[in-house]
């Protein structure tokens, strides 16, 4: 699959990317996660993996602590050389960590290249999530949806506050929407971690790289 045309000016490739990756709930950080083996595929590029823990306990990661992990996020990411092309991948609980600190970003004049969340209990409606201001504004470039039409955790009716772009992909007023810089890739028969699957993996890090423009 080829990426799409850049609908900015891409800086020359001897400037480093940095991909910031921001791993979902119940994450086992003493053994590789899906971060770790995207930072050994993406051998030519900086992957900063986002390492927590937390629990199934929605309103408080929502309200709580993803806010306090987006706040830690965005001061580390604004030591980065601002030459460096910056890029969020999220998964899940990970997605509304990414959305939130770049939103932070964006009131501190930080431009992200690219946005990518997978599985993303994120709200699908582009207004609502504030996708739309942060692509109409220059402080995002693109926003790609990864989404699996079997996602069974995204289609449980308590789960609130999580939304379920991971399941529907972009909307708005409720109907599906898509544009050059806001895209939906749907995975026919994936569940909520079927992405990073062994038999999986390589084929989505090779559609990641290829959104990403790198």
């Not at 699959?1 to 990317?17: K, N, Q, Y």
């Not at 083996?37 to 051998?43: C, E, I, Y």
């Not at 960590?97 to 599985?119: C, D, E, F, N, P």
């Not at 708005?172 to 028969?189: D, H, K, Q």
Request: with cysteine; net charge positive.
């Amino acid at each position: 699959m080829s990426p799409l045309r850049p609908v900015m000016p891409w800086p020359s490739p001897g400037v480093r990317a940095v991909i910031v990756a921001i791993h979902g709930i119940l994450t086992r950080t003493t053994s590789p996660s899906w971060p770790d083996h995207l930072d050994a595929f993406l051998t030519d590029c900086k992957v900063e993996r986002r390492d927590y823990f937390a629990g199934p306990f929605p309103i408080f990661e929502t309200f709580l602590w993803n806010r306090i992990r987006a706040r830690e996020l965005a001061d580390e990411v604004c030591l980065l050389d601002p030459k460096m092309t910056v890029h969020f991948v999220g998964h899940s609980n990970g997605c509304d960590i990414a959305l939130k600190t770049i939103k932070i970003l964006a009131s501190r004049g930080r431009h992200v290249y690219t946005m990518i969340l997978t599985g993303s209990v994120s709200d699908p409606d582009v207004e609502k999530s504030g996708v739309m201001q942060l692509i109409e504004s220059g402080a995002l470039g693109r926003a790609y949806a990864y989404c699996g039409d079997r996602d069974l955790p995204l289609a449980l009716p308590l789960k609130w506050p999580y939304k379920d772009l991971g399941r529907r992909g972009w909307m708005r007023a409720n109907e599906p929407y898509e544009e050059l810089r806001i895209r939906t890739r749907m995975f026919a028969g994936y569940g909520h971690g079927d992405y990073f699957v062994p038999r999986n993996r390589r084929a989505t890090f090779t559609m990641m790289r290829a959104d990403m423009c790198l």
